[in-house]
């Protein structure tokens, strides 16, 4: 794999890059050699194998991007992990602060990387929404309001809607452990936006700022996405796509 070096992010903006999981035998072999001992022992526990190899992509691309932000060989980069399981570099460069998160969802991966801002992101395939689908991921509001949406509108806000919750609960670092509703929206607003509460606070909430993944996967038409940060002011960068 070619060693490529990049420019850190300016303070105000946010890098995307997204990936194909699915690459040849003699790419996953490249990424291998790059993991740590903890993340193979990880892809060993893959009962399968389309698995094992999406996830092999995934820590492989994420630890030779960061790698290039760091001016560091992809295996030296070293990651520890927040009380629920977020990600983070301790190879810190001097005069920025890299913050990363990942998403994935079938065959694509997506990573913010920012100079700073702790960024969550999540990409969501669209699937049909089935009935226990809007209780467990609306609070009550929500669900009143989504209720009166045309049938036509459902699918779409339903997953914009989830990708921002996600987004939001992995800048935190809680991921699930808070419930979705922590995060309160309003569903007529499309695209990017500010949460109406967080955890029922609407002072808090005006801290927010979710900007949305328009076909959030790449090549994946039927997908959403979005990235979040309690951060005013900053902007997505498209590195790949
Ligand atoms: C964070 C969470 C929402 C991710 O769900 P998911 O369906 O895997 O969604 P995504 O594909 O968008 O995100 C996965 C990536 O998010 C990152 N991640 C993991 N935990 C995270 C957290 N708590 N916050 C932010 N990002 C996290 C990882 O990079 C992970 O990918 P990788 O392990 O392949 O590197 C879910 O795992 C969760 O709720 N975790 C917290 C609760 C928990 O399980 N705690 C105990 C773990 S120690």
Redesign the pocket.
Known sequence: MTAFLLTPPATQDVHIWRWNLDVSDAEIDGYWQTLSEQERE?AGKFRFDLHRRR?VA??GE?RRLLGAYLGLAPHAVSLD???????FCTSQPAHWTLCF?????DNTAALAVSNGIEV????EIVRPVEESMPVEVFSTRERAQFATLPEAQRQAVFFETWARK?AC?????????LPPDHFEFDLAVRGDTTPCCVGGDAHEAAHWRIQTLQNGMQDRPDSAGAVAARHADWSLVFMNS
């Open positions: 990880r996830f995934g820590r994420l992990y927040g009380t629920e399981g977020k990600p998160n990942l998403s994935h969802s969550g992101i999540d990409v996600e609960l992995k800048a935190l670092g809680t991921g699930f452990i």
